[in-house]
Nanobody
């Protein structure tokens, strides 16, 4: 089993910054791509940013230029630095990771429990 635990959400004014963190733990053999997704009330979950094990990043159009995804492979962690936040960034943010676990050595995509980000105008 693998657990992804997010932290760093909260309430911030428009134009402010937040840094989200997500740490994976459990019977981990290796972690591939990791990413952040978000879901606003009444909307579908959407991709925010992803990063491969080698550090290649991908961003949604809304995140480009404002958000930065990074990871620390030694800590099995992924981060999302969010700057110039807007009210429309308000959502629950979820961490995602593709993990190979022991003893099955099967790849599976795991999700965190989510952390609320609220941006006030």
């Amino acid at each position: 089993q693998v657990q992804l635990v997010e932290s760093g959400g909260g309430l911030v004014q428009a134009g402010g910054s937040l840094r989200l963190s997500c740490a994976a733990s459990g019977s981990i053999v290796s972690i591939g791509a990791m990413g952040w997704y978000r879901q606003a009330p009444g909307k579908q979950r959407e991709l925010v940013a992803t990063i491969t094990g080698g550090g290649t990043t991908n961003y949604s159009d809304s995140a480009k230029g404002r958000f930065t995804i990074s990871r620390d492979n030694a800590k099995n962690s992924v981060y999302l630095q969010m700057n110039s936040l807007k009210p429309e960034d308000t959502a629950v943010y979820y961490c995602n990771a593709g993990v190979v676990t022991t003893p099955t050595l099967i790849w599976y995509a795991y999700w965190g429990q989510g952390t609320q980000v609220t941006v006030s105008s």
